[in-house]
């Protein structure tokens, strides 16, 4: 059922637009809104295929920190531009774009040392405003990249994950020649770990209770693919825990080997804790690290992806109409695909 609601201020375009929102209430919609009025800065982008992540999960489920209800989601996004601001240089209606969903203010003390990611006043498309589950989305310019149309819709809407995925092992202080172990097969799980081989680790072991992960794993070439019982014993330099469950936590600590780094990629529930020892964080002289959304990795992430595009369309699963947001999330809630991504006629 399609609802009517218009938003305040000036319309872009003479027709409105279909849209994916989510109410505070943690209902979902599809409504008929203006088509949204762009800045001299912005541009407008009418999407061609659109992610759907763990963050998308939490807004819809549980809410998540800086979400601004009502909200249309959709934060992993490629599409074309409509439209220009005066402003804007370098791009013009009709190009393929990626977009860097994070809308930062680059003005205090993280974006001016280099930590957008970090920003105190970021509002990330997708969460704090209007995302990418509709017909049409301002952005931006300074977040968009035009990116070759012919690596396909699915992997451009992949370039953002990827990004986050290279900040994550760029956080671990390096890879090279490093015994590796990715905890969570998800997709973020399955990029660290290509990233990872890409960037010359000495091993790649990949971790994951469901099967039919580890053989997608293997089929990306991850030969080192196993369930979490499959570990014991064995001690690692990096983990990555993209899994984002207190068990994955756990086993990560317990892998660790003595001056290891774990870094923290999976998104805990906000109000959730996690015991450690802090006896054992001392003695191994071991490093916690936390690795937070993609920071100033996405235009390497736009440049890696044409490497890895075969294994990029392996883990994208059979794409979900945008209008069936709710069935696409269900299939992601129970692990029917790696990257479940949104299509639009």
């Not at 001690?235 to 317990?254: R, S, T, Y």
């Not at 529930?269 to 071991?286: C, H, M, R, S, V």
Request: aromatic share 6%.
């Amino acid at each position: 059922m399609i609802e009517r609601e218009k938003l305040k201020g000036t319309r872009q375009m003479a027709s409105g637009m279909r849209a994916v929102l989510i109410t505070a209430d943690h209902k979902v919609s599809v409504v008929e809104r203006d088509v949204p009025a762009i800045s001299e800065d912005e541009i407008l982008v009418k999407p061609t295929r659109c992610g759907i992540c763990g963050t998308d999960l939490h807004i819809l489920h549980h809410g998540f920190v800086g979400t601004h209800y009502p909200v249309t989601p959709g934060h992993e996004f490629a599409g074309h531009v409509t439209a220009v601001g005066r402003n804007v240089k370098g791009l013009k209606e009709g190009d393929f774009v990626a977009v860097d969903p994070n809308v930062v203010c680059g003005n205090c003390r993280w974006c001016k040392a280099g930590r957008p990611n970090l920003c105190i006043h970021l509002t990330p498309i997708g969460v704090g405003r209007p995302g990418a589950a509709a017909e049409f989305v301002a952005v931006p310019a300074r977040n968009t990249m035009a990116v070759k149309e012919n690596i396909g819709d699915g992997a451009a809407a992949l370039i953002e994950p990827l990004a986050c995925a290279l900040h994550a092992v760029e956080s671990s202080r390096g890879v090279k020649g490093r015994n590796i172990l990715v905890i969570g097969g998800g997709t973020m799980g399955m990029l660290i770990a290509l990233a990872s081989k890409a960037q010359g680790a000495g091993s790649v072991a990949i971790c994951d209770p469901a099967q039919a992960k580890l053989e997608m794993a293997k089929r990306v070439g991850i030969t080192d693919a196993r369930l979490p019982s499959g570990f014991r014993g064995d001690l690692f330099d990096i983990i990555f825990e993209a899994a984002g469950v207190q068990p994955a936590l756990q086993q990560a600590m317990e892998l660790l080997e003595k001056t290891g780094t774990l870094v923290q990629v999976g998104v805990h529930d906000a109000d959730k804790t996690a015991p450690f020892n802090p006896f054992l964080l001392y003695e191994g002289e071991q490093t916690f690290v936390g690795s937070n959304s993609c920071a100033e990795q996405f235009a390497p992430a736009a440049d890696f992806i044409q490497d890895i595009k075969a294994q990029a369309d392996l883990l994208i699963g059979e794409p979900f109409d945008v209008w069936d947001f709710e069935a696409a999330v269900e299939s992601m809630g129970k692990g029917l695909s790696v990257k479940t991504q949104l299509r639009f006629s």
